[in-house]
Nanobody
Framework: QGRLVESGGGWVQAGGSLRLSCAAS???????MGWYRQAPGKQRDLVAL???????DYADSVKGRFTISRDNAKNMLYLQMNSLKSEDTAVYYC???????????????WGQGTQVTVSS
């Protein structure tokens, strides 16, 4: 049914940039969307959040370096990552709050994840 698919991950040198994309399909009433990441041995943490109207919040560790954005008409979510550090190495996951059908309750949808590796 509803799903999120990430793309754009890769291997970059410290100081480099990557742009992640997330395509949403068959998800109704999408509210907030966000990017999370999980490094080896660590829990999955919020990186950035964006509301339908475009208000954003960022983890302290990425403020000033990452920019989250969305295109509601295209059902797309993006994360521009600049000045990457080795500490940013993780699997990045797209998240959306929405519904599978009009009768369902709101729930979190998750993408499959995309690997970002930053070498120092």
């Amino acid at each position: 049914q509803g799903r999120l698919v990430e793309s754009g991950g890769g291997w970059v040198q410290a100081g480099g940039s990557l742009r992640l994309s997330c395509a949403a399909s068959n998800i109704l009433n999408i509210n907030n969307m966000g990017w999370y990441r999980q490094a080896p041995g660590k829990q999955r943490d919020l990186v950035a959040l964006i509301t339908p109207g475009g208000s954003t919040d960022y983890a302290d560790s990425v403020k000033g370096r990452f920019t989250i954005s969305r295109d509601n008409a295209k059902n797309m979510l993006y994360l521009q990552m600049n000045s990457l550090k080795s500490e940013d190495t993780a699997v990045y996951y797209c998240n959306a709050d929405g519904k599978n059908d009009p009768w369902g309750l709101s729930r979190d949808f998750w993408g499959q994840g995309t690997q970002v590796t930053v070498s120092s």
